[in-house]
C-alpha cells in the first residue's frame, strides 16, 4: 500500500526557523500570508485567532505542506 502526503498542517513557535528547516529538507515555499477574521475563526474553530502562514511544496510537487505561526493568541 502506497501512502501519499496531499497536504499537512503543522502550528510552529518560530514560522522562519520552520521555513529553514524544510527548505533544508528539499521542499519549496510556494507563498506566506496572514489570516485572521472570520473565516479564520470558523477554520480553525479559535474565535480571534491571527495567524502568519507558508505553504511548502515537496520536491515530487504532489504533497504541500502548510506552516502555521499563531500571533493570537500565542
Do not use: C, Q
Not at 503543522?10 to 472570520?38: K, P, Q
Request: aromatic share 6%; net charge negative.
Amino acid at each position: 500500500m502506497t501512502i501519499k502526503l496531499e497536504n499537512v498542517g503543522i502550528a510552529v513557535r518560530d514560522l522562519e526557523e520552520a521555513i529553514a528547516f524544510f527548505t533544508d529538507l528539499g521542499l519549496t515555499v510556494l507563498g506566506r500570508d496572514t489570516v485572521s477574521g472570520e473565516w479564520a475563526d470558523t477554520a480553525v474553530g479559535l474565535d480571534g485567532n491571527h495567524v502568519k502562514l507558508a505553504m511548502l511544496e515537496t520536491p515530487d510537487g504532489h504533497g504541500r505542506l502548510e506552516l502555521f505561526e499563531y500571533l493570537h493568541p500565542r
